[in-house]
C-alpha cells in the first residue's frame, strides 16, 4: 500500500437521489427525438443506435437509464479518488450528461483530486453552454435547462 492510500477502496453506486437528478433533467420521452445538438435521442437520454421512430417503455427506458451510468460510475469508480456519496452523484450526472472525457479533462475535475472542494463547485457554472454554428462560425449558446441542470449538480456536490 502506498503512503497515503487508504486501505479500503470504496466503490460506490449511483444513489436514489443521483438517479433523480439525471432523470429531472434529462426528462422521460417515450419517443425517439433530437437533443439541442441534434442527436437522437430517447428514454432518459440514451443515445445508442437511437434512430427516427424510435419507440420505448417506460420500463425500457429505465433499464437503458441504469445501463448508460453504469459506464460512467466504472470510470469515476477507476479513479479511485475519495469523494463522499453525494459528490459522486453530482459528478456521474455531470459526466453522463457531459461524457467521462469532458469531465476528466476539466478543470473541474481537477480540482477535485486535489481536494478543492469549493473551488470545484465553481467549475460546474462553466458548463452550461452548447456549440453551435452561425453562418459557419463557432458561438457559445447559454442554455437555461443546463444553467438549472449544472446549479443543482453543484448544490448536490456541496451538500453532506
Not at 460546474?124 to 449538480?153: C, H, M, P
Amino acid at each position: 500500500m502506498q503512503h497515503g492510500q487508504s486501505e479500503m477502496t470504496v466503490f460506490y453506486q449511483y444513489s436514489d437521489a443521483g438517479l433523480a437528478l439525471t432523470k429531472r433533467f434529462e426528462g422521460l420521452r417515450l419517443v425517439a427525438y433530437q437533443d439541442s445538438k441534434g442527436v437522437w435521442t430517447i428514454g432518459y437520454g440514451h443515445t445508442k443506435d437511437v434512430k427516427k421512430g424510435d419507440t420505448c417503455t417506460r420500463e425500457q427506458a429505465e433499464k437503458w437509464l441504469f445501463e448508460d451510468a453504469q459506464s460512467v460510475v466504472a470510470a469515476i469508480n477507476a479513479t479511485c479518488v475519495p469523494l463522499s456519496q453525494n459528490q459522486f452523484d453530482a459528478l456521474v450526472d455531470f459526466a453522463f450528461n457531459l461524457g467521462v472525457t469532458a469531465l476528466f479533462n476539466s478543470t473541474l475535475w481537477r480540482k477535485v483530486k486535489i481536494g478543492d472542494i469549493i473551488g470545484a463547485s465553481e467549475q460546474f457554472a462553466r458548463w452550461n453552454n452548447i456549440t453551435i454554428y452561425v453562418n459557419g462560425s463557432k458561438v457559445l449558446k447559454q442554455i437555461d435547462g443546463l444553467t438549472k441542470r449544472r446549479e443543482a449538480e453543484r448544490i448536490l456536490f456541496l451538500s453532506r
